[in-house]
Nanobody, 120 residues
Framework: QLQLVESGGGLVHPGGSLRLSCAAS????????IGWFRQAPGKEREGVLCISSSGGTTNVADSVKGRFTGSRVNAKNTVYLQMNNLKPEDTAVYYC?????????????WGQGTQVTVSS
């Protein structure tokens, strides 16, 4: 059974950092690209960035460039989202999603999400 589980969310002050994790199971992890997405209350879901099966990061949202980075450790079946210099507008539920091989617009599998709140 394919499963994606996000963790690492929480409450952080503006300017702070968090690292989210997305742990995968039930599929050949290294064959899949993993995208990070977020959805704030009352807003549509937006893509944050994607880590391809080869490890490259693409599709980085302009709003997070220079602050967020993605990485993966295939030996741990885990993808990370390092978020630095967080801003209140980064508050959202963050999701990871998987699709075969390359980053794109449609993802087949989704995690349940983890809440990130940036507030003083």
């Amino acid at each position: 059974q394919l499963q994606l589980v996000e963790s690492g969310g929480g409450l952080v002050h503006p300017g702070g950092s968090l690292r989210l994790s997305c742990a995968a199971s039930g599929f050949t992890f290294e064959h899949y690209a993993i995208g990070w997405f977020r959805q704030a209350p009352g807003k549509e879901r937006e893509g944050v960035l994607c880590i391809s099966s080869s490890g490259g990061t693409t599709n980085v949202a302009d709003s997070v460039k220079g602050r967020f980075t993605g990485s993966r450790v295939n030996a741990k079946n885990t993808v990370y989202l390092q978020m630095n210099n967080l801003k209140p507008e980064d508050t959202a539920v963050y999701y990871c999603a998987a699709r075969a091989w390359t980053c794109g617009t449609r993802y087949n599998y989704w995690g349940q999400g983890t809440q990130v709140t940036v507030s003083s």
